[in-house]
């Protein structure tokens, strides 16, 4: 096969460089080779089964168009402040007009109008106060709230979008290998399991999102493609019920705090906060099963959940930061016996495990049925573990009962990050007619920052 550009990966960032391309009135050929399915033919049985069924070949919740955005809360942080480097490489100005175009286009297929964390001026200096005296950065940042179900409307949209107008997509092909010669990509290897394709194309734009950082990692040492190792996160996803965080609910919607506790002054951050949410579950190909957390427009829960990470950075001579955190996580499973361990933030002070009959006395329901309860602690590292504890903590004084006894831990909350891929600020790679954009390139995290980062690459390529 033959094409112009071809991107690898259907997540925000390949396909807002399509997008942008063909809003730019382009007539190149575009192919996006995605391993999943089209959006309409992704679901997830645990809806119906009420447990993970670990889906082969791989977890719908992960992959296919619009990668894990259409199963996520579907929150857009409108904040270059939120969702990675990517100012660092292109300046705070543009990335900042970036995310306002993008926002554009989700609004265009559809985006709720309203913006959350916005106003509420007295509340948040309130709020920005007590974060201060617990030693916490509270940082602003609106939000548009998809919602994991409006997501799928959206993506859907574009989606049709991008075909109506004669953009090939590739579903069910992963792809295997770059094709490169004297210094240069030629294209791409793709396969379905039974046919082998060679893709070549004049540009090769690498987007497979966070879910093929692994796969990217070892692309990098195999073709020394220019890279540095990056940050792994490693943490839990804590649920509390609804009453306890109210008021920040209410006025910031999702409360992004940022400390740095003692003894080991990591950066520890809260993340993805879902009012009125369900704690999730995503395998991932190596069976790794990993938590996360969902926000529905519509259908709500009594609890909010959010994510708590603490930043690993790794220095010479260990270079595999993602190896490190997929083993806390196999140990985690090993424990949960496959499952997503749950454990009460009194237990883990008491120096017990968690009893399920236990969980079922408590004010605070579970919204994961088939986590299992347990003893976070016997996997998680001791500097991680002894961050979240005191984060948690600091976060009690600006929310009050956040560290109660009953406050659930969820574990493995891991975020992978690929190794930060070497570019210029037209995202080049040092291998000539490669470029690497979104979570994959190690320079975004999230929706919005992905997006416009595709949106920059498709003004280049255009």
């Known amino acids: 096969m033959k094409s112009d550009v071809a991107i690898v990966g259907a997540g ?11 809003r730019l009135g382009s007539k190149k050929k575009i192919l996006i080779i995605e391993k999943g399915q089209p959006i309409e033919k992704r679901s997830c049985p645990k809806s119906k089964t009420k447990i993970c069924m670990n889906c082969k070949p791989y977890c719908h919740i992960t992959t296919g168009f619009s990668g894990a955005g259409a199963f996520s809360d579907g929150k857009l942080s409108l904040s270059c402040e939120v969702g990675g480097d990517l100012p660092l490489l292109i300046g705070e100005e543009l990335a900042q007009d970036t995310i306002e175009y993008a926002d554009g286009i989700y609004l265009e297929f559809g985006a709720d109008e309203k913006v959350e964390g916005i106003g509420n ?3 948040v200096k309130e709020i920005r106060k007590r974060a201060i005296q617990a030693g916490l950065k509270l940082v602003d940042c609106p939000i548009r709230h998809l919602g994991t179900e409006k997501a799928h409307d959206i993506y859907f949209a574009i989606e049709k979008h991008l075909q109506n107008l004669g953009v090939e997509m590739l579903f069910g092909y992963e792809c295997s290998d770059l094709i490169l010669e004297n210094g240069r990509c030629l294209g791409v290897k793709a396969s379905n399991g039974i046919k082998e394709l060679e893709v070549l194309s004049d540009k090769v734009v690498i987007a497979t ?6 796969w990217f990692e070892k692309l990098c040492a195999e073709h020394k493609i220019a890279h540095q190792p990056g940050t792994v996160d490693i943490g839990v996803r804590v649920e509390v019920r609804n009453e306890i965080i109210e008021r920040v609910n209410n006025v910031l919607y999702e409360s992004k705090l ?25 395998n991932y190909d190596n069976d790794l099963a990993v938590v996360n957390g969902h926000a529905y427009k519509e259908q709500k829960s009594d609890n909010t959940n959010l994510a708590i990470l603490c930043s690993h950075n790794f220095s010479e001579p260990f270079n595999q930061p993602i190896s490190y955190a997929q083993k806390v996580g196999e140990l985690t499973n090993m424990l949960g016996a496959g499952h997503i361990l749950v454990q009460r933030f009194g237990d883990i002070l008491d120096g017990k495990r968690t009893w399920q009959k236990e969980l079922s006395q408590s004010n605070l329901r579970p919204t994961l049925p088939d986590a299992v309860a347990g003893d976070i602690t016997a996997a998680m590292p001791y500097r991680s573990m002894v961050n979240i504890i005191n984060f948690i903590q600091a976060v009690d004084h600006v929310v009050p009962g956040f560290a109660s006894h009953e406050t659930l831990l969820y574990s493995p909350e891991l975020k992978f990050y690929s190794n930060r ?15 690497c954009l979104g979570d994959s390139s190690g320079w975004t995290r999230g929706l919005m920052m992905s997006s416009a980062m595709g949106v920059l690459m498709g003004r280049k390529l255009v």
Do not use: W
Request: with cysteine; hydrophobic share 30%; aromatic share 10%.
């Open 121 to 123: 001026t007295e509340e």
């Open 209 to 214: 999102g966070r879910r093929g950082a692994d």
């Open 421 to 435: 891929v070497k570019m210029d600020s037209s995202f080049n790679t040092n291998i000539e007619g490669l470029h």
């Open 12 to 22: 925000p960032a390949g396909i807002f460089t399509a997008l942008e391309m063909l």
């Open 258 to 282: 940022i400390g740095y506790p003692k003894p080991f002054k990591n950066k520890v951050r809260t993340f993805c906060q879902n009012p009125g949410g369900f704690v999730s579950q995503e």
